[in-house]
């Protein structure tokens, strides 16, 4: 039985004050919620929310970690500053940090790897372009961006790991992949899983859907079998909209 998991993804949006303002709201509306619910802000509203969130139903996350322990690392931010306020996940590979940042599943593997050493549990985001998959790459994509990003990632520590199928045309675009679309392209995760590791590992991954996930999408999407939760960008931002996502089975 996979635990419902709905992650909010707060990009580059909301000073530190209103990302406290907002987190307290949020802590309470989600009170009671069957769903594990996450938010993740900017670096410089984590310290702030991490203490809003403390003791309540509302994970932690971070949008990108530096993937070296400390040192020359001008901007980054590292694994240990991130325990340190009580940071639990990370957002690893958002096709955002791939286009805009150049980050290869080389760089990806590295950070999912030394979260998982360092006790931070990693959300590894995979997903395709619309050229890749109008150019019949679909399957090719996911394929290297799961078996690249896990590489030498133990079957133990898979446990760990959350999967975010992020399709990068439905991000941010109103564009949502048909449950039917979206449910496949999980099956096919299970079946890498199931190859890389086991049947078992394959049932237990939890797999995140995340494009244009809203509250008017989200009872369809998580009707499917291979869809267990949402990686939700836009509708993260506000509190009704958040609360009906995460509150999908009420
Ligand atoms: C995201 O950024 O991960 C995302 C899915 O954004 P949106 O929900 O806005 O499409």
Redesign the pocket.
């Known amino acids: 039985m996979r635990t419902a998991f709905m992650a909010g993804?707060w990009?580059m949006n909301k000073t530190p004050s209103e990302a406290v303002a907002f987190a307290k709201e949020l802590v309470e509306a989600l009170k009671g919620a069957n769903a594990k619910a996450l938010v993740a802000p900017t670096f410089v509203a984590l310290p702030g929310v991490a203490e809003v969130v403390k003791g309540s139903n509302v994970l932690l996350g971070a949008q990108n970690m530096a993937s070296v322990e400390s040192g020359a690392h001008t901007g980054e931010v590292s694994a240990d500053m991130l325990l340190d306020i009580g940071v639990q996940y990370v957002i690893l590979g958002?096709?955002?940090r791939r286009a805009i940042y150049g980050e290869t599943d080389s760089l990806i593997n590295t950070k999912v790897k030394f979260a998982i050493e360092k006790g931070l549990l990693p959300i590894l985001?995979v997903g395709e372009t619309l050229e890749e998959r109008e150019a019949g790459k679909l399957e090719e994509v996911i394929l290297t961006q799961v078996k690249e990003g896990l590489k030498g990632v133990s079957e133990a520590d898979l446990a760990k790991v959350t999967i975010?199928y992020?399709p990068v045309w439905?991000?941010?675009?109103g564009k949502t992949a048909t449950p039917d679309d979206a449910d496949a392209v999980h099956k096919y995760i299970r079946k890498v899983i199931a190859d890389l590791y086991s049947g078992s590992a394959a049932d237990a991954i939890i797999i995140q859907y995340?494009?244009?996930?809203?509250p008017d999408n989200v009872k369809e999407l998580m009707a499917m079998e291979n869809i267990d939760g949402a990686?939700?960008?836009?509708?993260?931002l506000k509190t009704d909209s958040f609360k009906s996502i995460v509150f999908f089975d009420k």
């Open positions: 993804n990009k958002h096709s955002e985001c975010a992020e439905a991000i941010g675009t995340g494009g244009s996930v809203k990686l939700v960008g836009g509708a993260s």
